[in-house]
């Protein structure tokens, strides 16, 4: 971890919307995937969305049309559009790449940097 910085991440009320961001920490980075993940207390991490190089975009089901992903080519930034929030939301949302050969957009397993994770909190 570390090889990746994210940021945005607060408290907010339910309803409300955030936007992470996330560069790389330094140096020279390429990649084929970036994704966000999240994770809640208790609970194991799981995908939120990805962003492929080539423009394809996938959403787990319970973020689908509140969250949106996309991408600074020229800033070497992903964003994550959080909108419509609910307490279910909160969670440290880390942001992650595939540099190298991957099979699914969805499975972490496939990700070889990660950040050091932004938490956000919704209340009720």
């Known amino acids: 971890q570390g090889q990746l910085v994210e940021s945005g991440g607060g408290l907010v009320q339910a309803g409300g919307s955030v936007r992470l961001s996330c560069a790389p920490s330094?140096?020279?980075?390429?990649?084929?995937?970036m994704g966000w993940f999240r994770q809640a207390p208790g609970k194991e991490r799981e995908f939120v969305a990805a962003?492929?190089?080539?423009?394809?975009?996938a959403y787990a089901d319970s973020v689908k049309g509140r969250f949106t992903i996309s991408g600074d080519n020229a800033k070497k930034t992903v964003y994550l559009q959080m909108n419509n929030l609910k307490p279910e939301d909160t969670a440290v949302y880390y942001c992650?790449?595939?540099?190298?050969?991957?099979?699914?957009?969805?499975?972490?397993?496939?990700?070889?940097?990660w950040g050091q994770g932004t938490q956000v909190t919704v209340s009720s």
């Open positions: 330094g140096g020279v980075f390429s990649s084929h995937v």
């Open positions: 962003l492929a190089a080539y423009g394809t975009t």
């Open positions: 992650a790449a595939i540099r190298g050969r991957f099979a699914t957009l969805r499975d972490q397993r496939w990700y070889d940097a």
